[in-house]
Each structure stands twice: as C-alpha cells, then as structure tokens.
T-cell receptor
C-alpha cells in the first residue's frame, strides 16, 4: 500500500530554533499533502493543505509566517516551524490523498508523525 | 457542512470480549466514512472505509463497521478484543470533492483492553 515517510520522528530543541519536518510519499505522486497538529489526548487539527508548485492553503488561525510549507516536488512537502517556542510543542502529522478527482472518497495515508518539544 | 461525533471518549473492555466504538455523523452529501487507529506516537492507520457500496464494511484486524443512514451512524465493532487493539480510534467523515474542508475528524475514542 501507499507509504508516507515523515522525518524526523522526534525533535527536541531550544526556544528560538527553526525546525524543518519532511514528508515524503514513497510510491505516489502527491499533488496535495496535508499537515495536521495534534495536542495530547485530542484529535487532529488541520493546519494547512500543501499544493505542489503553488502556495499552501492555511486554515483559519494558523500563522503562515510561523509555519512555512514548501511543496517543491510531487513527492516531498516540508513544514518549517520558524522561531519555535514552547507553545509550538506538539505532534505534527502529514498525510496525502492519492490521485486527483473526488478524493473525498479516498482515504488519506498518514506519516508516523513528528514529536516536537521546544525547551 | 459535515460533522462527526464519537460518543465515547474512553472505552474499556476485557480481552476476548466484544468491542463497540460509536460514531454518529452529519452530512449534507452522501458521505464517505472512515475509521482510523492511532497507536502512541504514531500516525493514523486506516482500518476501513465506507464509500456508498456495501453498508457492512469489513476492515483489517477483524474490525467491521455498519453504515446506517436512518440512524446516521457508523459504529465500529470487533467480536473479540485483543491486547494489541488498545489504541486511539478516530471516525472521519468526508464528502466527494477537492475541498479538504469537507473532511472532519471525530474527537477520538481511547480503547483500553484489560487482560
């Protein structure tokens, strides 16, 4: 089945550091990828939709200058948390929906997530 | 607009007993419905999906779910729980189309399996 590779799985860094998270689709060309944030014991919250070759679409309340998304190829999307602070500590998960057209019928394939801890 | 409600935040069962995780949905469209499982510090794994075909859907690891339009429900069941089933489960509703804003995640149900 489809595989999504997300790296790193754990990051611990000092406040003020910028952190880049990579999400790769290993066997599909993903024109669209999604980035989610998950707080402890809570559901996933969609942060943004990453579109290959164009600007990402951010959900309301998500700072696009804080969470930079780049989707330069059909197999790679990156999320950079700029000048991270302790309140940015969370579990970040990427996913993609294979194929185009009526993808609402298709399940998303998720990465294993990145645990980000800002000291 | 769509929404999904997982009726129980936590379900605890004994190993070998049946599992029932409840999900109700609201959708303006003919929805697609999914159940995902998440183990600690992991991403989500698809258990099963309903996309307007058979109303009783069989998934992986012995799980199944039944789409009941009259009750707007999509409950997840398993005849006999295994210790490895302990995890967080998410019910997701989606509508056909390109707009991911139509996809909604439930709040999740934590399943505990007692020996």
């Amino acid at each position: 089945g489809a595989v999504v590779s997300q790296h790193p799985s754990w990051v611990i860094c000092k406040s003020g550091t910028s952190v880049k998270i990579e999400c790769r689709s290993l066997d599909f060309q993903a024109t669209t990828m999604f980035w989610y944030r998950q707080f402890p014991k809570q559901s996933l919250m969609l942060m943004a939709t990453s579109n290959e070759g164009s600007k990402a679409t951010y959900e309301q309340g998500v700072e696009k200058d804080k969470f930079l998304i780049n989707h330069a190829s059909l197999t790679l999307s990156t999320l950079t948390v700029t000048s991270a602070h302790p309140e940015d500590s969370s579990f970040y998960i990427c996913s993609y929906a294979p194929g185009q057209g009526a993808w609402g019928n298709q399940p998303q394939h998720f990465g294993d997530g990145t645990r980000l801890s800002i000291l | 607009a769509q929404s999904v409600t997982q009726l129980d935040s936590h379900v605890s069962v004994s190993e070998g007993t049946p599992v029932l995780l409840r999900c109700n949905y609201s959708s303006s469209y003919s929805p697609s419905l999914f159940w995902y499982v998440q183990h600690p510090n992991k991403g989500l794994q698809l258990l099963l999906k309903y996309t307007s075909a058979a109303t009783l859907v069989k998934g992986i690891n012995g799980f199944e779910a039944e789409f009941k339009k009259s009750e707007t429900s999509f409950h997840l069941t398993k005849p006999s729980a295994h210790m490895s089933d302990a995890a967080e489960y998410f019910c997701v509703v989606s509508a056909p189309g390109y707009n991911n804003n139509d996809m909604r995640f439930g709040a999740g149900t934590r399943l505990t399996v007692k020996p």
